[in-house]
């Protein structure tokens, strides 16, 4: 007989509980980089459109106003949507460094990209990535993998799940789409890691510097392998990038060189920082698994509830292209917005009791924003869904008794505009490998 299961540990890193924040606005503070819950209570019931000075950006925290913004791409532009400012601007070094770039003139594509280039883009990025296909070819090795994973670390009865489990995970994925082998899946994390690093504004000379660096050698690596193709050719993403249909104007190093590291950062930072949201919430959440291991087919709303409370990416950026007025609030032309989806997926208009967990929340009455909305949608986001499914089937199945560490407490990501965790270390009950081990 088994033994009675440990209490569940207090979920640490975010108390907020749903009374809005009493101090002065700033996203950029302890408290709000810790837990920015309160902060956007606080705005959409006080300020739902208010200029933050010490980001000269204007933030927007109510679902209407977010999704009209997304959804008026003639009105505004997202030619700089991944990021609050430009790291590499305040750096001479680092702009020394990108001059050297073979990959000229620097083009902006998918997500950076306005009407009417955007559409070129993301048909052209859509029929390379060619996401149904994608996973069907993937979901039996996803699967797999998931199970390789957990027998590194289930007859312990504990792991540190980022490292573990929600890195190489998406990274498996994302060294598939490049046809590259689990060896690189280091280097191109390192890559991913600076770019979204540097995007985040919120980092010193010396990690820019190394970005500008990391920005070269992936392109060379890119421009390499378009050469190879081009050579000799490949019906892979990068192959079916290159081989644009006859009549149609066929994209450029550059351009290609762009797609390809939206593609590495998105296929991979959202992912990783989902699925660990998402164990989070099973192992901080009384009965929870219980729940899922009777009835697995309420894993997908689980999905959809953890991509409603914690969005992976915290907000996106648009600029005015004209003024714009806000239910009284008059935004001047070529101002930078913050479109904050942690905010607007908890909008009391839309969801009652929106600060709380309830896995039978109905998120089809309305849609959540985590992946965007319009035209600039994520593009791998029935990928990044499934992969989140197949995860956590397998994680309720065989960590039993899931719960977080007694005595290492979770450590929340540090980027700003990030919600995820940089350590997460979990307990469970001891299970056995699914493979037999091999002897060294």
């Not at 609050?84 to 001059?99: C, D, G, K, M, V």
């Not at 620097?106 to 296909?133: E, F, G, K, N, V």
């Not at 291991?293 to 953890?306: C, H, K, N, T």
Request: negative net charge; contains cysteine.
């Amino acid at each position: 007989m088994s033994e009675a299961a440990p209490q569940k540990a207090q979920a640490s890193g975010c108390p907020f509980s749903g009374s809005a924040a009493a101090e002065p606005v700033s996203l950029l503070s302890p408290r709000a980089m810790s837990c920015p819950y309160g902060v956007y209570k606080q705005l959409r019931s006080e300020e739902p459109v208010k200029y933050l000075p010490d980001q000269n950006i204007w933030i927007v925290t109510r679902y209407d106003d977010v999704e009209y913004v997304l959804e008026n791409p003639e009105r505004f532009s997202a030619k700089e949507s991944p990021s609050s400012t430009n790291a590499y601007r305040a750096f001479p070094e680092a702009l020394a460094i990108l001059a050297q770039s073979r990959a000229v003139p620097r083009a902006r594509t998918l997500m950076l990209a306005d009407l009417p280039h955007h559409t070129r883009y993301r048909t052209t990025a859509q029929r390379a990535l060619a996401p149904a296909r994608t996973l069907k070819e993937f979901s039996p090795k996803l699967r797999t993998i998931v199970d390789e994973l957990i027998d590194g670390f289930c007859e312990s009865g504990r792991a540190e799940i980022v490292g573990a489990l929600s890195i190489p995970l998406p990274m498996a994925l994302v060294a598939h789409i490049f046809q590259v082998s689990p060896d690189w899946i280091s280097k191109l994390k390192g890559w991913s890691d600076s770019f979204f690093a540097a995007l985040s504004g919120s980092v010193g000379e010396k990690e820019v510097i190394k970005a500008a660096h990391d920005t070269l050698e992936f392109e060379n690596f890119i421009l390499d392998r378009i050469a190879e193709r081009r050579q000799t050719p490949v019906d892979d993403f990068l192959g079916r990038l290159i081989a644009q249909p006859e009549g149609e104007e066929k994209l450029t190093d550059p351009e290609i060189v762009n797609i390809c590291s939206q593609i590495l950062v998105g296929g991979n930072e959202s992912s990783i920082n989902m699925l660990s949201n998402l164990i989070y919430l099973i192992a901080t959440t009384e009965g929870l698994q219980q729940k899922l291991q009777a009835d697995p087919a309420r894993i997908p709303a689980l999905v959809e509830e953890s991509l409603r409370m914690e969005p992976p990416l915290q907000a996106m950026y648009r600029i005015t292209r004209h003024e714009e007025d806000f239910n009284g609030v008059k935004v001047p032309p070529n101002s930078k917005l913050m479109l904050n989806f942690g905010s607007a997926n908890r909008d009391e208009t839309y969801y009652q009791d929106g600060e709380s967990f309830d896995l039978d929340r109905d998120n089809r009455e309305t849609i959540h924003l985590a992946f965007g909305r319009g035209i600039h949608a994520c593009a791998g986001q029935a990928l990044a869904r499934k992969e989140a499914v197949f995860t956590i089937e397998k994680v309720i199945a065989r960590l039993p008794n899931l719960r977080l560490s007694t005595d290492l407490p979770p450590e929340r990501a540090p980027l700003f505009g990030v919600r995820g965790f940089r350590t997460l270390n979990v307990e469970f009950d001891p299970t056995p490998r699914m493979a037999p081990a091999v002897n060294q």
